[in-house]
């Protein structure tokens, strides 16, 4: 193509006119998603729900069920642990974090093993 002087011949301004049409589609985009993160209410730490420690129950002394251990997972770990504390569950952590700990083998019934990922119980084993 044949320029003249220091102007841009057709195909060009074609072209640089899709690419500031969609240079500013990028910019809107980018301005509406901080937009959209600036305008987010943050809670504060005392604004996330507290998970409920369940009623005490005397089978508990003789065995802890899955179902009840489970009602510990979304607790965070100290709170896991008061939990277990008052009814009387043996506690102890896994696993924190991805990192494991060694643990005794001999099983136990009344005892619950957590597993913790920054700060809250995923998951719960009983024995």
């Not at 690419?19 to 509406?32: E, G, M």
């Not at 129950?57 to 802890?64: F, G, L, S």
């Amino acid at each position: 193509m044949l320029r003249t002087g220091m102007g841009l011949t057709r195909t060009n301004k074609i072209c640089v006119g899709l690419f500031v049409k969609k240079l500013s589609a990028i910019v809107v985009a980018v301005f509406v998603v901080a937009g959209c993160g600036a305008n987010a209410e943050e809670k504060p730490d005392d604004a996330i729900p507290t998970a409920e420690c369940p009623q005490a129950d005397t089978a508990d002394a003789t065995a802890i069920t899955q179902e009840r251990a489970d009602k510990l997972i979304g607790f965070t770990e100290s709170d896991a642990e008061s939990c277990a504390l008052s009814l009387g569950w043996a506690f102890r952590v896994g696993e924190r974090d991805g990192e494991s700990f060694a643990l005794t083998a001999d099983y136990s019934q009344q005892r619950v093993t957590v597993l913790v990922t920054n700060d809250l119980v995923t998951a719960v084993g009983v024995g």
